[in-house]
């Protein structure tokens, strides 16, 4: 699930302690006051991750600035990157081989 997704599944930010805010948009062309509130949420580059206390603050901060971050719960952070550590798990190699295996006639 992307963290997209998991944002637009609308799971109560309330009941979690901890909350995790990845910078999905750019931040060039926003407002000053957005960059500024970003600025002190520590989002500073696109795709960063950072985790912080579910505080009635920083939920204010957080509707600030909604149309460029993605809010995460622990659970669905957890669930996102497990999911992205079992996509980058080696796996085995894929074996091809070009040459017929030898046939054994005896008869001939």
């Given at each position: 699930?992307?963290?997209?997704?998991?944002?637009?599944?609308?799971?109560?930010?309330?009941?979690?302690?901890?909350?995790?805010i990845?910078?999905?948009?750019?931040?060039?062309?926003?407002?000053?006051?957005?960059?500024?509130?970003?600025e002190a949420?520590?989002?500073?580059?696109?795709?960063?991750?950072?985790?912080?206390?579910?505080?009635?603050?920083?939920?204010?901060?957080?509707?600030?600035?909604?149309?460029?971050?993605v809010?995460?719960?622990?659970?669905?952070?957890?669930?996102?990157?497990?999911?992205e550590?079992?996509h980058?798990?080696?796996?085995p190699?894929?074996?091809?081989?070009?040459?017929?295996?030898?046939t054994?006639?005896?008869?001939?």
């Amino acid at each position: 699930m992307s963290a997209f997704n998991a944002f637009k599944a609308n799971v109560p930010v309330a009941w979690s302690p901890n909350l995790y805010i990845t910078l999905v948009r750019g931040i060039p062309g926003t407002r000053r006051l957005h960059r500024r509130t970003l600025e002190a949420l520590r989002l500073t580059k696109c795709n960063r991750t950072v985790m912080r206390w579910n505080t009635p603050t920083v939920r204010g901060m957080l509707q600030q600035v909604k149309r460029l971050v993605v809010v995460e719960t622990e659970e669905m952070y957890n669930a996102r990157k497990q999911k992205e550590a079992n996509h980058r798990a080696l796996r085995p190699p894929l074996v091809v081989n070009h040459h017929p295996a030898p046939t054994s006639d005896a008869s001939a």
